[in-house]
């Protein structure tokens, strides 16, 4: 099975950026489509962007409205969440999750069969 880590969360002022990164061993990233999710404190996690295999398809939450970017660099192993214009309500903790199903995206937690521990998002007002 796959391994995920991600890195590069932070606090940061609103109307800044962050680029989050996952990255995965144990096995080839190609064998997976790849997801970020997000949980805000109180809520449930939600789905913030997708990416198959060879990054052909790419899925956004509608509420993102441009403002995030993913890919992935399948040679070394790590798929990127670019983050720019951050708002507060942006922040949640930030996971990095991989499903089975290398060439389809489905924006649901239970489509991704592994996860990372997760990365804090914190955006000042």
């Known amino acids: 099975q796959v391994q995920l880590v991600e890195s590069g969360g932070g606090l940061v002022q609103a109307g800044g950026s962050l680029r989050l990164s996952c990255a995965a061993s144990?096995?080839?990233?190609?064998?997976?489509?790849m997801g970020w999710f997000r949980q805000a404190p109180g809520k449930e996690r939600e789905f913030v962007a997708g990416i198959t295999w060879n990054s052909d398809t790419l899925y956004y939450q509608d509420s993102i409205e441009g403002r995030f970017s993913i890919s992935r660099d399948n040679a070394k192993n790590t798929v990127y969440l670019q983050m720019n214009s951050l708002k507060p309500d942006d922040t949640a903790v930030y996971y990095c999750?991989?499903?089975?199903?290398?060439?389809?995206?489905?924006?649901?937690?239970?489509?991704?069969?592994?996860w990372g521990q997760g990365t804090q998002v914190t955006v000042s007002s």
């Open positions: 999750a991989a499903s089975t199903n290398p060439g389809r995206l489905i924006a649901t937690t239970s489509a991704f069969a592994y």
């Open positions: 144990g096995r080839t990233l190609s064998r997976y489509s």
